[in-house]
C-alpha cells in the first residue's frame, strides 16, 4: 500500500458524509466537521504507518467522536 491508499479511503470516507449531511450529523453531534475530518485523517494515517487496515474500526470511530466532542466542551464557557 502507499500513501495513495490513505488518500483515496479518506476522500471516499469523507464524499459519504458531504452527499449525506445528516448522517454526519448524526455521528459527530455538536462537534465541528473540520476537527472531525482531521481526526480522521490522521487515524487513517497512523493506520497506514502501523501497518494495519485502514478502514476505521467502530472503537477508533468512537474516540474520535468522543475527542472532537470534548474540544468543543472545552470551549463553551460555564
Known amino acids: 500500500m502507499s500513501n495513495v491508499d490513505v488518500e483515496i479511503y479518506f476522500s471516499q470516507f469523507k464524499e459519504f458524509f458531504k452527499e449525506n449531511p445528516s448522517e454526519l450529523k448524526n455521528l459527530i453531534g455538536e462537534g465541528k466537521p473540520e476537527d472531525f ?9 497512523r493506520n497506514y504507518e502501523n501497518g494495519e487496515e485502514l478502514e476505521l474500526t ?7 467522536v468522543l475527542k472532537i466532542n470534548q474540544m468543543g466542551a472545552d470551549d463553551k464557557v460555564p
Open 37 to 45: 475530518f482531521n481526526e480522521v485523517y490522521a487515524t487513517v494515517s
Open 58 to 64: 467502530k472503537k477508533q470511530i468512537i474516540e474520535i
